[in-house]
């Protein structure tokens, strides 16, 4: 479990490994953002415009503090301090901490599976 430590405005904030709540709040943040595979950390960085603050609260701790201790909107405000370089560490760390890809790949290999279990029950396949 990889862990990366900033100090931003000259307090230090620890990024971990996502936990669901992370995952629903970022879920909404990123509504209606457009990525494309060779965007990279710094067009993610432009592409969340003014959530990046937002999601830089999300996946950010103050060292010391509890995840779900947090305050969410003071984060926020402590993240405006943050340098552009900061910012994006923060999003290619983001990636190393998170294996988006190997979750997704996980997760649709899921459903199919859950598919594949419902038309076995009910005799009615996909290609039906």
């Known amino acids: 479990m990889k862990e990366v430590t900033y100090t931003i405005d000259g307090a230090q904030y620890i990024q971990r490994p996502l936990v669901l709540g992370q995952i629903e709040q970022l879920t909404e943040l990123l509504m209606g953002v457009r990525f494309t595979p060779d965007s990279g950390a710094a067009g993610i960085v432009i592409a969340l415009g003014s959530n990046l603050s937002r999601a830089m609260a999300v996946v950010l701790t ?44 996980r997760i649709t290999k899921a459903a199919e599976s859950m598919v594949k279990g419902l038309e076995k029950q009910s005799g009615i396949s996909s290609a039906s």
């Open 62 to 105: 103050p060292v010391g503090v509890k995840m779900r201790d947090k305050n969410l909107d003071q984060v926020q405000e402590a993240m405006q301090m943050a340098d552009p370089e900061t910012a994006i560490r923060v999003v290619e760390d983001f990636f190393d901490c998170n294996p988006v890809a190997s979750l997704l790949t």
